[in-house]
């Protein structure tokens, strides 16, 4: 099992942005996609955004679309979160997942058993 490591969070005004970055002990070939996903006080978690494995699929919740963009490095043991525009609403802890199942741009969800950070707290606020 991949063990992931987020990193990135931190006290940002709004309209700023942040870059978050997960990384993973292993090779995210061998864990297939992988997400974002974000928990608010008093809030179920929600997928904010996947990215498959190699086909290539991607999933954005509709509340940051054009305003967060998914990535992995080439040797894929990184995967980043760069969080633009940032708003009050995206204050949360963010975890990275894997594997997840991602169909491009319609829906991700976290598997059972699949592993996950520790999260990074994010806090938008002026």
């Known amino acids: 099992q991949v063990q992931l490591v987020e990193s990135g969070g931190g006290l940002v005004q709004p309209g700023g942005s942040l870059r978050l970055s997960c990384a993973a002990s292993?090779?995210?070939?061998?864990?297939?996609?992988i997400g974002w996903f974000r928990q608010a006080p008093g809030k179920a978690r929600e997928a904010v955004s996947c990215?498959?494995?190699?086909?290539?699929?991607?999933y954005y919740v509709s509340s940051v679309k054009g305003r967060f963009t998914i990535s992995r490095d080439d040797a894929k043991t990184m995967v980043y979160l760069q969080m633009d525009s940032l708003k009050p609403e995206d204050t949360a802890v963010y975890y990275c997942?894997?594997?997840?199942?991602?169909?491009?741009?319609?829906?991700?969800?976290?598997?059972?058993?699949?592993?996950w950070g520790q999260g990074t707290q994010v806090i938008v606020s002026s």
């Open positions: 292993g090779s995210l070939l061998d864990s297939g996609a």
């Open positions: 997942s894997a594997p997840v199942m991602v169909t491009n741009q319609i829906m991700c969800v976290a598997t059972v058993g699949g592993s």
């Open positions: 990215l498959g494995s190699s086909d290539g699929s991607t």
